[in-house]
């Protein structure tokens, strides 16, 4: 998950039955969950078109990358431009886009996109980089399209990135700086957010296990642990912390940008490492939030702002960020705050006929007007249509695509919305346009085995990583 601001021989067998951390959680994991038929309001074939429409979408917009802005970070799409984001190219789009080609079976661009890659990607680059962003886009991608592929130059790209980010880590609490100079080591930032600190143990867990390094895991879970004992007596942590003191600097706590990927990366370090310690957090962690953050609201079942020390609700607001959440509950086995809470993203969504960054749902007014191709409400009807096998969350997806076709597509690819109510459009694609959203929108539709979740575990940038076997 992105800010709202601004925006594996380590690998152990997957752990037993969940527990019951919370009221309604389901006691089966994933793997004990098989996905169901859906009815015959959508047959076969019409999935299969549905897939094949937004592998075209997807097309449209790579196609308009590799003739705008190719070799760069990622496409303007209004002004036909690029944009890199530290004035040299990472590769953020072509890393980021390699595995949902390949999934789609897009043998021909990932080829492009590879070649490219092997080619030109240096990260011997003296810039300043944000640690939790470089980790789930490139050092995730990099990753993941090696286990699909078997590149070992992106294997060695992987490990020489992880490298040059480990001095972040090299704080007195072992919580990492924000920012790190990839030639350098300098760093800086040191106050963070639970979501830039607890974001990357699976893509350095991962590393660890194709490496058989344990610095990688060993250095990102001490980093959460450290995060986690800190959390407040009623078990919520804050939205900012200084890392060289331990201090929250900001009690707020909540469910969206800058905390989201945390609580994601406990339940998910669990389920791809079989991590006791990361199922013992996540449990805790779950039990909280569902307690404090959760509201019952005329608007619907949402998840707002309290005080992490006392619970007391300190703000009514909820937006594309906090639309992961529905997909987490439904990973963990919780379908029933799932379900009731993708229903009130969904309202979100057709209050404008496209969600916006965010709003108030005491009185359902926008406040921030923003539509960035945000992944996260698309990301949980994939999880609640494979868990539960109800169509509703297939005609949910019919309604995102044909939004995302109707306001965001542009000749030279999709763009950004500066404001839902009046569908002017920025000039930005964002690479997890292509990584996530509609990546998840594919695999909606998609057969079951295009992608097995007893055999994956997403990052937060959707890049599939690979369980033990």
Same mark, same amino acid.
């Given at each position: 998950?992105?800010?709202?601001?601004?925006?594996?021989?380590?690998?152990?067998?997957?752990?037993?039955?969940?527990?019951?951390?919370?009221?309604?959680?389901?006691?089966?994991?994933?793997?004990?969950?098989?996905?169901?038929?859906?009815?015959?309001?959508? &047959?076969?074939?019409?999935?299969?078109?549905?897939?094949?429409?937004?592998?075209?979408?997807?097309?449209?917009?790579?196609?308009?990358?590799?003739?705008?802005?190719?070799?760069?970070?990622?496409?303007?799409?209004?002004?036909?431009?690029?944009?890199?984001?530290?004035?040299?190219?990472?590769?953020?789009?072509?890393?980021?886009?390699?595995?949902?080609?390949?999934?789609?079976?897009?043998?021909?661009?990932?080829?492009?996109?590879?070649? =490219?890659?092997?080619?030109?990607?240096?990260?011997?680059?003296?810039? &300043?980089?944000?640690?939790?962003?470089?980790?789930?886009?490139?050092? #995730?991608?990099?990753?993941?399209?090696?286990?699909?592929?078997?590149?070992?130059?992106?294997?060695?790209?992987?490990?020489?990135?992880?490298?040059?980010?480990?001095?972040?880590?090299?704080?007195?609490?072992?919580?990492?700086?924000?920012?790190?100079?990839?030639?350098?080591?300098?760093?800086?930032?040191?106050?963070?957010?639970?979501?830039?600190?607890?974001?990357?143990?699976?893509? %350095?867990?991962?590393?660890?296990?194709?490496?058989?390094?344990?610095?990688?895991?060993?250095?990102?879970?001490?980093?959460?642990?450290?995060?986690?004992?800190?959390?407040?007596?009623?078990?919520?942590?804050?939205?900012?912390?200084?890392?060289?003191?331990?201090?929250?600097?900001?009690?707020?706590?909540?469910?969206?940008?800058? +905390?989201?990927?945390?609580?994601?990366?406990?339940?998910?370090?669990?389920?791809?490492?079989?991590?006791?310690?990361?199922?013992?957090?996540?449990?805790?962690?779950?039990?909280?939030?569902?307690?404090?953050?959760?509201?019952?609201?005329?608007?619907?079942?949402?998840?707002?702002?309290?005080?992490?020390?006392?619970?007391?609700?300190?703000?009514?607001?909820?937006?594309? =960020?906090?639309?992961?959440?529905?997909?987490?509950?439904?990973?963990? #086995?919780?379908?029933?705050?799932?379900?009731?809470?993708?229903? &009130?993203?969904?309202?979100?969504?057709?209050?404008?006929?496209?969600?916006?960054?965010? =709003?108030?749902?005491?009185?359902?007014?926008?406040?921030?007007?923003?539509?960035?191709?945000?992944?996260? +409400?698309?990301?949980?009807?994939?999880? =609640?249509?494979?868990? &539960?096998?109800?169509?509703?969350?297939?005609?949910?997806?019919?309604? %995102?695509?044909?939004?995302?076709?109707?306001?965001?597509?542009?000749?030279?690819?999709?763009?950004?919305?500066?404001?839902?109510?009046?569908?002017?459009?920025?000039?930005?694609?964002?690479?997890?346009?292509?990584?996530?959203?509609?990546?998840?929108?594919?695999?909606?539709?998609?057969?079951?085995?295009?992608?097995?979740?007893?055999?994956?575990?997403?990052?937060?940038?959707?890049?599939?990583?690979?369980?033990?076997?």
């Amino acid at each position: 998950m992105r800010f709202f601001v601004l925006s594996a021989s380590l690998l152990l067998a997957l752990i037993g039955p969940f527990p019951r951390g919370t009221k309604n959680a389901q006691t089966k994991t994933p793997a004990q969950m098989p996905s169901k038929a859906a009815p015959a309001e959508f &047959s076969s074939a019409e999935k299969a078109e549905m897939a094949n429409a937004v592998k075209k979408q997807f097309l449209h917009a790579w196609d308009g990358y590799r003739r705008y802005a190719w070799g760069h970070d990622q496409l303007k799409p209004l002004s036909r431009g690029s944009y890199d984001w530290y004035g040299v190219s990472l590769g953020m789009t072509p890393v980021d886009a390699l595995d949902t080609m390949l999934l789609m079976g897009l043998k021909k661009q990932a080829d492009s996109a590879r070649e =490219l890659i092997d080619r030109n990607l240096s990260f011997d680059r003296d810039i &300043s980089v944000e640690n939790f962003e470089i980790t789930i886009r490139l050092l #995730g991608g990099l990753e993941s399209s090696y286990e699909m592929t078997g590149d070992k130059r992106l294997l060695a790209l992987a490990e020489d990135l992880a490298n040059r980010l480990l001095p972040a880590f090299h704080s007195p609490t072992g919580m990492p700086y924000r920012f790190v100079n990839l030639k350098t080591g300098a760093v800086r930032g040191k106050v963070s957010n639970p979501a830039e600190i607890g974001t990357l143990t699976l893509e %350095f867990g991962t590393l660890s296990k194709l490496t058989g390094k344990r610095i990688y895991f060993d250095t990102a879970k001490r980093a959460v642990v450290a995060l986690y004992k800190r959390r407040s007596p009623i078990g919520l942590v804050g939205s900012q912390i200084n890392v060289e003191t331990g201090q929250w600097v900001n009690p707020e706590s909540f469910i969206g940008g800058g +905390i989201d990927s945390y609580y994601e990366y406990l339940l998910k370090a669990w389920l791809l490492f079989g991590d006791k310690d990361f199922e013992r957090m996540w449990n805790s962690s779950v039990a909280a939030v569902n307690r404090y953050v959760a509201q019952q609201a005329p608007t619907g079942f949402w998840y707002g702002e309290v005080n992490m020390n006392t619970g007391a609700r300190t703000g009514t607001e909820f937006g594309a =960020l906090e639309a992961f959440w529905p997909g987490a509950l439904a990973l963990s #086995g919780d379908l029933d705050r799932a379900k009731r809470l993708e229903d &009130s993203c969904f309202k979100m969504w057709n209050l404008y006929g496209v969600e916006p960054d965010e =709003l108030n749902y005491s009185d359902m007014k926008v406040t921030y007007p923003s539509y960035p191709l945000r992944p996260e +409400i698309i990301e949980s009807a994939f999880y =609640l249509y494979r868990f &539960s096998g109800d169509p509703r969350y297939l005609r949910m997806g019919r309604t %995102f695509y044909d939004s995302l076709v109707k306001y965001c597509r542009t000749d030279s690819g999709f763009a950004s919305l500066k404001d839902v109510r009046t569908k002017q459009k920025a000039d930005a694609m964002p690479s997890y346009f292509l990584a996530e959203t509609l990546k998840y929108l594919y695999l909606l539709f998609a057969p079951p085995e295009k992608l097995d979740l007893n055999r994956v575990v997403f990052n937060t940038e959707a890049h599939p990583l690979r369980k033990s076997p």
